[in-house]
Each structure stands twice: as structure tokens, then as C-alpha cells.
């Protein structure tokens, strides 16, 4: 061969078959490139039980969305991936799966970074767990004995691990791919920034690098949205059965514009526009197309399969992307809804909307299910606007007819007393029914003047004068459900966060005539979120030393969950049921009200630690925020009283039970029993 190639006319002789031998050979000798990405996943990774109900290999014929974001980790002019979804849709498997292939396709110095040291040793046990069940990683992992906190060992690859919080472990390390896991529960340094910027930093010495961050979007200040709405905004695109059109699955109909009552879930209301019961909807609900097409959720699968992502900008025309992306895919953003899982139906939906419109929890819902930030919850309103926006029929003094039952609450502060009274009725929808602030005559006193007997305080004392022995009429001498003509407060709350020892006697003395219809509550952050409410004795005053005599039963409240709920119906629509709602004459008499309703509102900040805090914030010191939380406590007594039951048809069975009891027997239940405490 070598003196063939120095020999012109041997070089001349040879040329072509020994052309042909070396291409072969070269074809032949040259190591095998390994297959895209999203192949190498379907064919060679294995989920175990406890990481997937859908144990055994890594199928992405159920979720095909996360076949793109898995392509795109071979792309050399991508830099950085964005996945915004819900809390079921693989996203986090699938960054795992991602970050195992490229010990495979790409060997390279890699970094996975969790919200916080429990985290990040839960998902390398989850890691390690994925090769142990796949035949090509089974022998490249080491034993349990050797696996440590520092690094997730690939084989031919080592992960540094990372996680917020610990500065050190996010610097110092030179990586080719970061894989960002929650990014919306990180913890951000005060001083610093985010930590998902910060993060980046580590790419620095690649030309060629990437990063993924996923999550499910949290609020306004949601990390992942920001990322997103840098990215260039990838939606999943599906053919309806029918037409063949390409449309994005949504969850609410258009409201405007051609395609008003279309794109979205229906079959949630009947024919005069209520909403039906969560679970009628689940018989009803199916999905209307943007081309007025009926889709059963049988045929979503079909219409997943062969969906495409299209970039903002663009669109899809016979079968095919036309348009120009408003951005480039540098940074390329993802996102999904549950809609589009394999296991959630046009019926599961409309049913958990339903369920969480009633529990005024639809930040769960925007956030779980629909995988998008809730950016209600933080605008405040004008007081004027939202005075005039919730104005109803019934006038200030007055009960609505639909109402079931009324409670109470009062504000105490040093010298005087606040309260305010609202009306419940099916679907939680309530009715501000009057309120007032009640002056202290006398000189206060200190917890030592006070003794069991001791006279209750002026403003302590109208409370059972003015509200608990109060009916209210309902309005325009109608009947109430239940066939009452006058209704009397079902239960008071009495903030005791001041005057605590004036506030325990006032309730004993109330307790005595009115039994369980009144309580002493307060803000109580211990309380866990998901209890909302819970009720402790208190044996002595923690000021003072004091002791209460028999104890003082305390109801501490999960404000910060009843802040929210009340927050999210300032916007809720004022004719639907589940409303927030005012009197007609609002603006002719609550100025001050209305203005201490909207005096409150959250702020996100970053604490010395890095930890981000939402805190409450009263805007104007002078005003007070009275009023918001008298609204606040009041949610919470109204969940006291039905125990989060809002179903009507409860509160019928309760008033017949009432009514069959024997004529002393006054003992109340859950539902509370109406007839005991109402006047005909």
C-alpha cells in the first residue's frame, strides 16, 4: 500500500478499489455514535415500582411531549430547556432519565441540584434505583456501600450533587449540563439572587452546555413562569379526531372573539348557567374543540400521540410547522397540563375544578393541575371598584332568602371593638349582612383589676346584646330555605389576641347563656395548613403569668390559607355561586370598611437564609385592616360550622333531625342545627 501510494501509475491502478477498501474500513473501524437521546431512553432504561406505576421500560408511547425536550439535549445550539408542568406529568422522571443518558450519549461532568439536602438524597436513591433495573447501567453504578452525598457515580460520568442552601455545593464545579430540579421551592441567597441564575455560572468553561430546569409554577413570583416567558414558548399541539385542526388543549372556554365557547372543558353547568355539583360534572363534562367539535376523552390518547410542540410565532398547517418563532430555540420552553395525561379525563378535570372552586382553593388547582402560575391571588383591588363589584340585592341589616345560617365576628383592640356579620348559603356563597365598631366607655383595665364576676367591658358586653341576642330579618319578609322568617348568629368568633383575659371572661359569661355559639380564636401559624383550625387550652396568660381559671379553650386558625381564599374573591365573579358579596348599599355606608378590606395583601420576602417568606402586609398603618380580618376569621368560623360540607341538602337533613328532638335537648352537631338557634 505504501508503494502504490508513492508510485503514480500503481497509484493510478489502484485508486478506486483502494478507495473503496478504506472507506469501508473507516465505516467499519469508527466507534459507533450513540442513538438520539429519546431512542437510547425507550431502549435501554427501565423505571422499578417505586419510582412509576408504570414499572418496567421507560415508555414514552404515554407521554410523547417529553420526546422533543429529550431530542433536544443533542442539539448543539440549545443552552437551556424550561419544563413548566403539573404535579403528574413525568417531568421529573424524565429529567432523571436525562440526566442517565448522558453517561451513554455524552459522557461529560454533570451537576443535579434539588431545593434541599432531603431532597437531593431522595432523587440519587431514585437515580440509582432507575440503573439498577436497567440492563446497560446495572454494572456501571457502585455498590450501596460506596455511594456517597457528593456525587451520583454513572460509571464513565460522576453528577456532582447540589442542592440551595449550601452555597459551597453549587460552586467550584465546572459542568457541561445541570439538570435544575423545583426550581419554584428553591431557596434564593438575600443578597445574590436567584438561585436558578446563579446556578448557570457553572457552565461557564463549555462552549457547549445546557441546562434543564423543571417545575410546577407556584404564584406571581413563580421562578419556572419567569424562565418560560424568557423561552421560546413551546405549546403542545394535538389534531382533533374530527377535523384533523392543531390546537392546544385548554381547560376554560374562550370568552371573546370568534371562538367564544370553544377550546375548552364543558358540560360543568346546566341550561340556566349554575354550576352543577362536582360529581355531576363528571357525567357531563367532555371537551369542545376550537372548531366546535365533541371530544370524549376515549379519543385523547389518539390525538396526543400525534401532537406536536409548536414554538410561539408559529402554527401548524397540513400536518406541518409554518410561521416564524418569535424566538430562538437557545431557550427552549415547554409546558403541560394535566389535560394531556394519559390518566386524567375530560371528567377528572372538570370535577377537581368544580371541588376546588367550592373549597376556594383554585391556586391548588391552577398550580397542580393546569401546571400554571396563579397570578390572581396578589392584585388588590380599589376599594371603590370592588365595593361596586360585589353590590348585591339585599340591603345592609337585611339577610338574603337564600341563606342558611349567619356567624360572627369580632376585632378586639384596646379601646374598642369591631365586628361584622355575614349570611352562608349553598356553595359557600355568603352575604355581608351589617357590621360595626363598638367604643369602650370606660378606662381599661389591667389583667390584676380583673376577677372571675368582674363586670364585662362596654364594647365586650354589646356583643351579646347587639349580636348574639340579634335576629336578623330575612329580606322582604320571605322564608329562608328552611322556612325562617329571622335568623340569629350561629356562631361568634372573639379575636383574643388583645385583652386576652377580658376576652376569656367575656366568653365564659357568653358560654353560659349561649352555649357553644361562641368561641375565642386567633391567628395561630403553628396550626398546619391542611388542619386549618385547631383548639388548645390555655391554662395562664403568657404575658402575665396569670392564671385562667377552669382554662381558656383557644381556637388557633391557619390564617394565612383563609387570606388566600379571601384574597382569590375579591375577583370572583359576583353572580356565581361561591361568591363574595356586599350589600347594595355598600358605598353609602362601609367607606371605612371597604377600605380596611383591601388594606392587606402579600409580599415575598428573602430571608437572611435564603428562604423565601410570604408575609401579609398592611399598607396603610393608619387605617388599620379591621375589616380584612373580620373576613378572614370569618371563613374559618364558617368551615367551623360545616365542616367544609357546603352541600344544602345536609343542612335540610340536619334542620328535620333538629326538628323531631325532644324540646330541652339543645345539643349541637355538625351540621350545625339551625333551628335551635334561629327565630321563626
Avoid at 440519587?124 to 433495573?133: F, G, H, S, T
Avoid at 371573546?256 to 357531563?284: H, I, S, T, Y
Avoid at 409546558?335 to 376556594?360: C, K, Q, V, W
Amino acid at each position: 500500500m505504501v508503494t502504490a501510494s508513492r508510485n503514480p501509475l500503481r497509484a493510478t491502478i489502484y485508486k478506486r478499489p483502494l478507495a473503496r477498501l478504506l472507506a469501508a474500513a473507516a465505516v467499519a473501524l469508527q466507534p459507533a455514535s450513540p442513538p438520539p437521546t429519546d431512542r437510547w431512553c425507550e431502549r435501554q432504561l427501565h423505571l422499578p415500582p417505586e419510582l412509576s406505576a408504570a414499572a418496567g421500560p421507560f415508555d414514552l408511547s404515554m407521554r410523547p411531549y417529553w420526546r422533543e425536550p429529550l431530542e433536544l439535549l443533542d442539539d448543539p445550539d440549545v443552552r437551556q430547556q424550561c419544563w413548566m408542568a403539573d404535579t403528574q406529568a413525568g417531568k421529573t422522571v424524565s429529567l432523571m432519565a436525562a440526566l442517565v443518558s448522558r453517561s451513554k450519549c455524552d459522557p461529560a461532568p454533570s451537576m443535579i441540584v434539588a431545593p434541599n439536602q432531603d431532597a437531593m438524597r431522595e432523587l440519587r436513591d431514585k437515580i440509582y434505583a432507575m440503573c439498577e433495573v436497567s440492563p446497560a447501567m446495572a454494572g456501571a453504578i457502585p455498590p450501596v456501600s460506596r455511594r456517597n452525598d457528593r456525587w451520583i457515580d454513572l460509571g464513565n460520568m460522576i453528577c456532582y450533587m447540589a442542592y440551595t442552601g449550601s452555597p459551597q455545593r453549587m460552586r467550584g464545579r465546572a459542568c457541561k449540563y445541570l439538570f435544575c430540579t423545583e426550581v419554584d421551592v428553591w431557596v434564593n441567597d438575600p443578597r445574590l439572587g436567584l438561585s436558578a441564575q446563579l446556578i448557570k455560572a457553572r457552565t461557564g468553561a463549555f462552549a457547549e452546555h445546557q441546562v434543564i430546569y423543571e417545575s410546577t409554577p407556584s404564584d406571581d413570583a413563580s421562578t419556572i413562569a419567569a424562565l418560560y416567558a424568557r423561552s421560546d414558548q413551546r405549546k403542545f399541539r394535538v389534531p382533533c379526531p374530527q377535523c384533523n385542526h392543531f390546537q392546544e388543549l385548554r381547560f376554560f372556554l374562550h370568552q371573546k372573539g370568534e371562538m367564544a365557547g370553544k377550546g375548552g372543558v364543558a358540560g360543568m353547568q346546566d341550561k340556566a348557567g349554575a354550576w352543577l355539583a362536582p360529581e355531576q360534572a363528571r357525567g357531563n363534562a367532555y371537551y369542545v374543540g376550537e372548531c366546535g367539535c365533541r371530544i370524549e376523552s376515549h379519543q385523547k390518547a389518539e390525538m396526543i400521540e400525534a401532537g406536536v410542540w409548536v414554538p410561539r410565532g408559529m402554527t401548524v398547517k397540513a400536518g406541518r410547522l409554518a410561521g416564524t418563532p418569535t424566538r430562538s430555540n437557545r431557550s427552549a420552553g415547554f409546558h403541560i397540563s394535566r389535560l394531556y395525561g394519559p390518566h386524567a379525563t375530560f371528567a377528572d378535570m372538570a370535577e377537581a375544578y368544580l371541588d376546588h372552586r367550592e373549597s376556594n382553593t383554585m391556586r391548588l388547582f391552577w398550580n397542580n393541575w393546569l401546571g400554571l402560575p396563579d397570578r390572581v391571588a396578589s392584585k388588590l383591588p380599589n376599594w371603590k371598584e370592588l365595593g361596586q363589584r360585589l353590590a348585591w340585592h339585599h340591603r345592609r341589616g337585611t339577610v338574603p332568602a337564600e341563606a342558611y345560617f349567619l356567624e360572627a365576628s369580632a376585632d378586639v383592640q384596646s379601646d374598642r371593638t369591631y365586628q361584622r356579620v355575614r349570611a352562608w348559603g349553598d356553595k359557600r356563597t355568603s352575604w355581608l349582612v351589617d357590621w360595626e365598631c363598638f367604643g369602650r366607655d370606660e378606662k381599661p383595665r389591667q389583667p390584676d383589676e380583673l376577677k372571675p364576676g368582674s363586670p364585662i367591658a362596654s364594647d365586650l358586653a354589646r356583643l351579646e346584646t347587639d349580636v348574639l341576642a340579634a335576629h336578623y330579618p330575612v329580606a322582604g319578609g320571605d322564608k329562608n330555605p328552611l322556612g325562617q322568617k329571622q335568623l340569629a348568629v350561629r356562631l361568634l368568633g372573639v379575636d383574643a389576641n388583645y385583652r386576652t383575659y377580658e376576652v376569656h371572661e367575656f366568653v365564659r359569661h357568653a358560654q353560659t347563656l349561649y352555649g357553644d355559639r361562641v368561641r375565642a380564636i386567633r391567628g395561630d401559624h403553628k396550626v398546619d395548613p391542611t388542619d386549618l383550625y385547631r383548639m388548645n387550652v390555655v391554662e395562664r396568660n403568657a404575658q402575665t403569668g396569670k392564671v385562667y381559671e377552669g382554662g381558656l379553650q383557644l381556637w388557633g386558625i391557619s390564617v394565612n390559607v383563609f387570606r388566600e381564599q379571601l384574597l382569590a374573591l375579591f375577583s370572583y365573579p359576583v353572580d356565581q355561586p361561591g361568591a363574595l358579596r356586599l350589600p347594595a348599599d355598600i358605598l353609602a355606608w362601609g367607606h371605612d370598611y371597604l377600605r380596611q378590606l383591601v388594606n392587606q395583601g402579600p409580599r415575598t420576602e428573602i430571608m437572611p437564609g435564603g428562604r423565601s417568606v410570604v408575609r401579609w402586609v398592611t399598607r396603610d398603618q393608619g387605617l388599620g385592616e379591621h375589616a380584612w380580618d373580620l373576613e378572614v376569621n370569618g371563613l374559618a368560623l364558617a368551615h367551623m360550622i360545616t365542616g367544609g360540607d357546603w352541600d344544602a341538602r345536609n343542612w335540610h337533613r340536619a334542620a328535620a333531625a333538629a326538628a323531631k328532638k325532644p324540646a330541652g335537648d339543645q345539643t349541637p352537631e355538625l351540621p350545625r342545627d339551625y333551628d335551635d338557634y334561629s327565630a321563626r
